[in-house]
């Protein structure tokens, strides 16, 4: 009915809550479409305080993918492949933040043999990353080098936050953390 119509609208031009909502909603939905997978990449390393911070919540949000990726069974083949793809897109920004930025920091302050050996271990990251986008993810195989690619990280991340972060962090002081923290977030938001 013509009059319901009419009245429906006038009920949401009366309530300028309702209008704003709608406006905002879309408004954050466009926002999200354009630049949702940069900012929400970013975000992590942008939002904290200190670079090990940052890092350690890329940290985590790893291993949250690789949590999702053990979860899939064999016919989840689209699901596996996009999983893929979110941890490639995450290890490439963190590796941009490490490589460009923190272990060379860390080779100026003589952690030179510990910085090139981190470095080493990333390239056995893209190696897992290839061979696992190079295989069938419905292959037993595909599961079981994720697991094996998961354990060498875990390794990786232990030895860079229990050891090698904590001994840069002391010997940067307050004003060498700031500049790496910014120097780092300005490299992740050049990668993301
Ligand atoms: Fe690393
Ligand atoms: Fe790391």
Same mark, same amino acid.
Do not use: G, T
């Given at each position: 009915m013509p009059f319901n119509i009419f009245a429906n609208r006038r009920r949401s031009f009366d309530n300028p809550a309702l209008l704003f909502g709608a406006a905002a909603a879309g408004f954050a939905a466009g926002l999200f479409a354009n630049f949702g997978r940069k900012a929400a990449v970013q975000s992590l390393t942008a939002l904290k305080g200190e670079w090990d911070e940052g890092l350690k919540s890329e940290h985590r949000l790893t291993m949250k993918i690789f949590d999702a990726i053990e979860q899939t =069974?064999?016919? $989840?083949i689209a699901r596996r492949k996009t999983l893929l793809v979110q941890l490639q897109h995450a290890l490439a920004k963190h590796a941009v933040e490490e490589e460009n930025v923190v272990y060379p920091a860390m080779r100026d302050h003589g952690q030179i043999e510990d910085a090139d050996k981190l470095v080493h271990d990333h390239g056995y990251v893209k190696q897992y990353l290839f061979d696992l986008s190079e295989m =069938? /993810? $419905? $292959? /037993?195989a595909w599961i079981a080098k994720v697991r094996t690619f998961r354990a060498d990280i875990e390794a990786h991340v232990r030895e860079e936050e229990e050891i090698l972060f904590p001994r840069l962090k002391a010997a940067l002081g307050d004003e060498g953390n700031a500049h790496i923290t910014s120097a780092m977030n300005k490299a992740g938001f050049t990668a993301a």
């Open positions: =069974e064999e016919q $989840d =069938e /993810p $419905d $292959d /037993p």
